[in-house]
């Protein structure tokens, strides 16, 4: 039965770090949706013509799929090098938040270009959840790498460093 439970410790951070990155890799990929849409918006402000438009378009969502690529593949580096420092909730935190504040400004962008037009209590909550988690989530996170407020697990006993 002991094997079991070393086994079981061993295995669950990195099913934890598995399960993190792919809510990392989702975000990412709405990000990259937001991103396209903020691009198009920033087209049709500035009045290009639809042939440029749609060769930038093009060229700016194969740039915007490399730099998800690299994220899907850097956060799950990060990850799992975050597990033998006991860091991995510090490092889930920094990038999740900085995701979400960049979901907030790719919503928030086009509603200032072009006027806000509808919005809905869903819209408004939407841009109230991305805001307020993101800051949350970095507060969280760089308030996790000071000195003062690490935590350790050593032996039986949690302790506070």
Request: proline content about 2%; some cysteine; hydrophobic content about 55%.
């Amino acid at each position: 039965m002991t094997t079991l439970v070393k086994l079981t410790k061993r295995i669950i951070p990195y099913l934890l770090c598995y399960l993190l990155w792919a809510i990392t890799v989702a975000l990412a990929f709405l990000n990259l949706l937001l991103a396209r849409r903020l691009f198009l918006v920033i087209l049709s402000a500035f009045s290009v013509s639809s042939q440029s438009a749609a060769a930038i378009d093009k060229v700016s969502f194969i740039f915007l799929a490399v730099l998800w690529l690299a994220l899907v593949v850097f956060s799950e580096y990060y990850y799992l090098h975050s597990i033998s420092k006991d860091r991995l909730w510090k490092s889930f935190s920094l990038v999740t938040g900085i995701q979400l504040l960049f979901l907030f400004a790719a919503r928030l962008t086009p509603s200032l270009i072009i006027g806000v037009r509808r919005f809905t209590w869903v819209n408004y909550l939407l841009i109230a959840g991305e805001l307020g988690g993101g800051i949350i989530l970095l507060v969280i996170g760089f308030h996790c790498s000071s000195p003062r407020s690490a935590i350790r697990i050593s032996g039986r006993k949690n302790k506070i460093v």
